[in-house]
Structure formats: structure tokens, C-alpha cells
């Protein structure tokens, strides 16, 4: 595995990213069931189809402009909660890297760190307050701390992944303080948050997309 | 699942064909980006109101866009908020150059598609105000959370707003009116079954024959707690109490009152619910100056309904007899 | 059985205090005997049109009762024709002097209760006619059998009668326009699952999960056959079918198009329908004057829907929009 | 068993078709629920309590005025079609009877002859079209029959009562042609019509009514 993060990567994550919301939507949608209102599988994978849609039809010219295809195209389809949130993480991470076609190890978890607190900023979501936030703190915390030790070395994503799955599974005990989950109250405790299980598909489709080059 | 439909993916587009195509005197609907738009819209000088949601609530929001209440509504998948690109089309239609007015139901999907709209919309140098709805007492409120959920204050709110912008009033007027009326209303809801989101295509969630879940949200979100089926007049109690405690209402104030049917409960049953309540609203000394009985804010075909209540006073009462001529509530006109 | 009812004996009963308590405006409610009367009757000079039938298909018939359409209602226990004596109270009270007309759907107890009435009417010198309304295809009719059944027509000639009595059409005129829009009217009706009377305590039929009850009656009485569940286009079509056959509708033909709501099924999958039904009226060549579509006749919480086809022409497209003022239907004033 | 019916006879057999009626108000129920909609016992259940409580309040003068008031109370209580069709069957015993006090074999089977002529003008029903009318017609055909032969004989009533139950049994394999059962067609054979099912009731408390004696 190469230290640079490419636009094939960036395809290959997106692309893997698709498949694993596909495989796992009725999951979703059940865990969303439990405490929400049962559309976040439907939700995402209805976005993620239209990314690869919008995707297959134009290429991008570099990292920038296909997170900004890939972020408008979650915002104007998915719609509820996770279309402008995950919209506004891809957004971000076009932002991050304009006219970049390729990233170094740092510039990766910098442009990370920056969608994250993007995601915070328009949900208004702390930690712990049992959201997609939750999974997405889970890895960045990880991220940090694999590159401050030895760095950049090849199983970096894969440390990052479990630690967004173990991130997402953490938000089961929680009582949901925002979204839909907070209706619940005390009930919310016990299930685990949907938009975090997203989260989790999405770093682990990370870690795969780097694992196969 | 046992629908009348034909695809699970299409069933929005396809009831919303069905929409425009019954009533074209009163409204037109658009694709790619999705909206309702009032048949004479843009109205020149006149606040231009938007609203819109998840779809299967049906008759609200698209139901309401017409004369005396909506002028565009924007409706979601089914019990998924718009997206940005929707509202922005429908803020832009409408729009007759004396402001809109974005009526959003307290969701967090809601308020952050209806939020990057007007982000949008502001760089077209339209001014938009916001009249956010928060009146379901079945969930606590508190700093730390979303807060409360918008459900049948909404309908009200439309209606009123919708009479004070047709006559004219201006967009400062309109928003503080909306909001005095969303304050002034609280609601809580109650479910005997539940709904099936077509693409789901099994029910949200199951209750014994015996239970009810009480403090139901619009879109089959569990309530406050779940607790055995009793009689309408019961029912009717613990659904009122925490809206009178709210608003706390008393001997001598007037009410307008809004039994709201979920999608699955018979009309005589609303009716029946409506008499209790009146019994109820009786006995605490509180006056009925106006009522809405009904399936206006469904969710799918759950069984069950929600009471509304709203301090209501002259203004509010003129208002809600002005005309109203849309598909879904009509008076007047 | 899960039901917003506080006992089984008085639904009925509560039902209308509370009807008679939301539309004081509208309608007046009177017990022993039952029926409920248009606030202003009677109407000198008015030909004053009376309804009834079993309970449980609310909004019709005592959300009919109004201006432009019902002078009275006759509500029996729920799906059981009224009695003599509650018709014999509502003609008297609604009697204008001009003549009664009884709107009778083709139930034998409907036939034989209505009758009793008219023959005690009769001794006290109010004269009074009848339109029978057997709509119904799904029945096979014959000379030897009860005939078909009264449905969707009912809300038709209900509206259309009631424009054209509220105008100052004399009695021969208005029992043979009922009767007109009756022959020239058909339909066909659905269900996906079945209503539950509150005194039976359980559901009438089963249905499984993959079928439906095609040819249903609105008191939940098996029609045509029992079929696979398939999509709303292929349903239309199998309802709309026979509806056309019978009318021998075609090519330059203009129709009214009723699509009713059994009670359960939403509002949205109603319109769905309206949009393959309109889509097969356009491949037919048949034009759509004016349209319905809501849940107006229905069979307690039972899911399905039915279809009405009446043939129009300019008369009664001029009576389907003259203004109607009452519970249930309501538009132009 | 005295040859004559009288005011005590005819109050016993109102309160035990009243019994019947209430016990076997569920079962009439289903009946109607598998070829009509599902009242019928919850119909006469009804009708037969109001009646109970009308001959509880007021005292008959005589067999015409006891018939006339079940009639009456069964016409402005039952509704559908049992209603008019039961409260024109009283309505005609008691017209049948004006101020008779007591009645002679011959008299008792002259006024129900004359009760299910006034059945059959009011539902224009014929044997055969799987109604009450069959049940009621079986029990007459048994009752000439029986007053034919050795005539009056204790036992009548009780061959009159087997006979209705056998008539309401052969409604079994009919196809409706009156009534709500006939929208059914052919569909409606295989199951008994519940308003035949009643009249097996109402004559079974006949002859209870005598025996009892
Ligand atoms: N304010 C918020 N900040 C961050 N994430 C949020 C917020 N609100 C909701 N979410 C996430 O969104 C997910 C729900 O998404 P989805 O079901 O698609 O939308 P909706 O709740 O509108 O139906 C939750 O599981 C949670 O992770
Ligand atoms: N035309 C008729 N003549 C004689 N009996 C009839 C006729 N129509 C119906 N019935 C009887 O009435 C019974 C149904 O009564 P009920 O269920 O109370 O009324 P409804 O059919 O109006 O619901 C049938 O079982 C049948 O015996
Ligand atoms: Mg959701
Ligand atoms: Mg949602
Ligand atoms: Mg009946
Ligand atoms: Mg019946």
C-alpha cells in the first residue's frame, strides 16, 4: 500500500462505500426502525446509488471536484437527516482538496478531521450524544494516534475502521440527546445509532479501498 | 405489505401525478426538483408561504397549497425531510417579491435541508424567514436535544398564515404570527397500530392487541411510553392533561381545537374522541371557538389520532374563518 | 379489537353528540328517534332530500347533511339500515312542503325500512319519492336476486340532487335527475384487508397477506372473488373494467370519476390510483370532467378502494359545482 | 298440555326467544359475518332485549296488543332486514289476534299462517331463496300436517319447532337469491342463513313455551 491516497482510491472507497450500504440496508433501515422512523438504509443507499450514477456518467477531474459530485449528489437525494450531514462530510472533503489528485498521510486525516467538524457544526451534534458523530470522533481519535506513533504505515486505515465500528457499537448504551433518536428519551438507550453503523460501512469501505491497491 | 401501489420507489411521484392531474384549478406539481406550487403563484406583493416534509401525511403539506394557505410545498420520500434542492426551486416559484416564509416542523433532517436552502436562497437576494414548529408535549423538552417535534400545530399555522398573508399582510406579520401561534399550541398524539414505509415494506414497529403507544410521532417514532388500550374518554385524558399543563389553560380561555386522525381510525371515531374531549374541555371551564375534525396530518395508515389545542382569541378566529381552497381543507371559496 | 370507542352499545350515539358539537353551523342531532337535520330546515319551498343507512361509513351520509346537498340524515346502528320510525321523524322534520325525496341505497333492509316509513308518510299526506341506487357491478343482477348493491353513486346523486334541490327544481325533477345519475353511474370496489364492527368484536373476514377482495361491499361482504394481491395499475384495471362494460363507455365520452378510500388506505395511495385510473381513461379516449377522490363512503377501517364512473355531460357538470356546505364535503361556500 | 294458547303462553315464548336470541347471539353473528356483514345476532339481540324491556314496563291487555307492541318495538329497534321482516311477522300475529284472550289449535295456526304471508308480501321472498322464509315454511308445512292427522295433539309444537330447524338446516346447500347473502351468488352455498337459524329459535321457544306448561 502506497503512502498517497489517489483519485482511483477516492473512486474505489466511494464505489465500495455503495456496495456496503446496498448489502446492509435493510440493517439500517431496521436499526433506524428501532429508534427513528425506519428510512436511513432506504435513505442512503437511494444516495449512494445516485452517486454512483452521477460518478459513472461524469469523471472527475481531480480529488476536489469528485468529493464536491459526491456531496451535492447525497445532498439533494437522500434528504433527512443524513443527506445534508453525510452531504455536508463529502462537501467538506472536496473543499479540503481542491485540484488535489493526490494526498500525502497528513493532508488524508487533516481533510477527515475537517469534514468531521463540518458534520458537527451543521448538526450541532456533541460526543456522545449518540450519532453518526459518535463513529466519526471514534476514528479520527484513532487516526490521530496511529500517525503521531509510527505513522502513515499501511495498516493505519484498517486501526481507523475498527475504530469507527467500535465507535458506533460505543453509542449503544447512550441516550440519544439529538436527531430523531432523542424523541425517545430514556428508550433510546439499548440500540445502536444508524447514522454510526453508516459510519462504520464508510471507513471500513476506507480501509478496503487502500488495502486493495 | 398490502398497498395500492405499484412500485415502492415511485410512490411519491406517482400519488403526486395523481395530485396535480385531480386538481389543476388549484395547484401544479414539478419533478427533478419535486414541489407543489399554487396554481396563480407567483402572487405578486403577497408573502409567499413554503412549506413541505416527508410525504405520508397526506393531505398535509401538498394538500394545503391553494388559496388562503399554501403557496408551495415540497414533499420528501415518504417520512424523509426535502432536500435543499427542492426548497430552493419551490422558495424561487413562489416567491412574489414580498418574502417567503419557510414553515418547518422541528426535525433535524428538516430543519438542515430547509437550512441549506435558505443559504441558497439568500444568495438569489430573496428574503426568507423561518417559522419553526415545536408543539408535541409527548417529548421533554430540554436544551441538550433536538427539542420538540412539529406535528399538528403545523396545520394550524398554515392556515392561519396562509389567511394573514392573502389579505395582506407583510412578511414581519406573517412570521410573528406563526410563531405566536406555534407558542400558543400543544398536541399529543396516540397509536393503535402501525404504519408500513413502503420501502421498508414491513410496519415500523408492533403492538400487542392490547397496547397502544402513546405520545406517537407523525412518522411511527416511538412515543413517551407504551401502556394498555382503554376507552376513548381515558385515551382522551392522558393525551389532554399534558397539553392543558403546557399551555396552562384554564376556566375562561378559548380554545381552538384539532382532533387530528392518523390515517387508519374511522372519522366516527374522531368524532367520538372530539366528544370527549368537549366533555372534558367542558368541565374545566374551557370554550371551543373553533374545531377541526379529521384525517389532516396522517401517518400512512397508522391507527390512532393526536389533539391539538390553541389559545385562541378574535384575530386567530377571524383568521381561521377567512376562505381556504385547497385539496385538502376548503371553506369559503 | 382496537378501537378509540369507550363501549360497543353507544358508539353510534357518541359518535354524533360529537359530530352535532363540530358543526353546530351545519347540523342539528336529535336521539330517539336518530337522525340529523340540516340546521335551517326545513326549507319552504324546498324539495328536502332525505338519506340514511347503517352506521360506519362516515363522512356519508351525515357529513352530507347541508346546503347543497342532504336536508337529513338517517344514521342506522353501524352496518344496519335505520328504522321506520327515525325516517318518518326526519321526513316530517325536514319536509318544506315541496315534497320529500328518499335517497335509498339497494339493501334489502334499506328497501324495507325506507318503505315502512314512506307508507306511514303517506297517512300523513307528505309526499314522498324514491331514488334507488344499485350501482354496484361487482353483483351479478338478475330479476330473481336483491338486485345490485348501492354505492359510490350514492355520493353522487346525493351532491347532484341536492345541487339541483337547493336551486328550486321541483320534485319530478329532482327524483328523476337521482335517478338518471343512478343508471348512468357504476362501480367497482376493493379490499386489501378487512373492518371489524365494534359489536362482532372481530374482524369480519381474513384476508393473507398476498390477497385481496375483489367486487367488496362497504360492509365488508365478499364480492366477486378473492384474487392475488398485484400492483394498483393491474387493479385499476380490474375494477374499471366491468365499470366500463357496464356504461359501454367509450372513445369522445366524458365522465365524473369518483375514486373513494375505504377507510384505511391513505389519502396518497388514493390519489395513486386516481393516476392509473386516468391513464387508462386517456388510452380509452374517455375525458375526465370532474373528479372526487377521498375517503367519502366508507367501511369502517377496512383498506381498499372503489371506483365510480359516472357519464357527464354539461348539466351535471354544473351541479357537481354548485356550492356544497356541509361536513363532509364542502366547497364555494 | 292444554289445547288452548293464552297471554302466558305467548309471554313465555317471547322471554325464551329472547334467552335463545341472547345466548346464541355470537353464533348468529357468524353466520351473517361468512355470507352477510356480521349483525344479525347483535340485530335481534337488540331488538329482543327491547322488547323485554317493553312487556317488563307495560302489562298486554290481550294476545293482539302483546304482539302488536313485540312488533312495533322489533321495527324501531332491529333495523336491517330482520327488522321489518320479524316485526311484520308480530306485527301480523297480532292483527291476526285483536282481542283474543286465548286461542284454539286451529286459531294458533291460522294467525302464523297469516305472519309468514305477511313475511313473504313484505320481503318478496320464495321458498327456496335460502331466508328465513324456508325455516318459517318448513314449520307451517309440519304444523298443517300435524293438525291434519290426529290433530292437536300435544306434541305439535315440538314436531313444529324440528321441522323449522330441519328448514333452516336446508338452507345449508342453497344459493342465496334475496337478502344481503345473495350479492354472494354461488359463493353463498355451504353456510346456513342466519335469519332461518333465528326462526329455528323462535319456534324451539314455542314449544318450550307450552311444554312448559
Ligand atoms: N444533529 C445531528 N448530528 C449528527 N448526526 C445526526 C444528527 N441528527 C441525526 N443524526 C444522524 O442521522 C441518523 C438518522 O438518519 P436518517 O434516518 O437518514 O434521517 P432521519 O432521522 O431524518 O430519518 C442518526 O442515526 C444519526 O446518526
Ligand atoms: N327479502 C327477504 N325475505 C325474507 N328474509 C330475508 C330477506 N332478506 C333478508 N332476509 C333475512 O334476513 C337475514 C339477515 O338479517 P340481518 O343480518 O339482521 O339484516 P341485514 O342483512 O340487513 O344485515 C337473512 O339471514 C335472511 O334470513
Ligand atoms: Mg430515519
Ligand atoms: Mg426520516
Ligand atoms: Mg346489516
Ligand atoms: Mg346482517
Known sequence: MSDTFDLQSAYRWIEGFAEAVGAHKEELTDLDAAIGDGDHGTNMDRGMRAVMAKLGANSSADLGDLFKTVGMTLVSTVGGASGPLFGTFFLALGKAWPNKETLSADELLSGYSQAVAAVIARGRAERGDKTMVDALLAAQDAWEMALGGTSGDSETLSVVAAAAAEGAEQTVPLVARKGRASYLGKRSAGHKDPGAATVALMMAAAADARTGE | MKKLINDPESVVAESLAGLGAAHPDLLRVFEDPRYVLRADAPRPGKVALVSGGGSGHEPMHTGFVGLGMLDAACPGEVFTSPTPDQVLAATKAANGGAGV???????????MNFEMAADLVAEDGISVNQILIDDDVAVEDSLYTAGRRGVGATVLVEKLCGAAAEAGAPLA?????????????????????????????????????????????????????????????????????????????????????FVNGMGATPLSELYLVFNDLRARLGTEGIAISRCLVGPYMTALEMAGC?????????????LWDAPVRTAGLRWGA
Open chain 2, 173 to 257: 406579520e406573517v412570521v410573528s404570527l406563526g410563531k405566536r401561534v406555534n407558542e400558543a399550541s400543544a398536541s399529543m398524539g396516540v397509536a393503535l397500530s402501525s404504519c408500513t414505509v413502503p420501502a421498508a415494506a414491513k410496519p415500523t414497529f408492533e403492538l400487542a392487541d392490547d397496547e397502544m403507544e402513546l405520545g406517537i410521532g407523525i412518522h411511527g417514532e416511538p412515543g413517551r411510553e407504551r401502556v394498555s388500550l382503554r376507552p376513548a374518554r381515558e385515551v382522551v385524558d392522558m393525551l389532554v392533561q399534558p397539553v392543558l399543563d403546557d399551555l396552562a389553560l384554564g376556566r375562561g380561555d378559548s380554545v381552538i381545537v
Open chain 2, 306 to 318: 393526536s389533539i391539538t389545542l390553541l389559545r385562541s382569541d378574535d384575530q386567530l378566529v377571524s
Open chain 2, 101 to 111: 416564509v419557510h414553515i418547518v416542523k422541528n426535525y433535524t433532517g428538516d430543519v
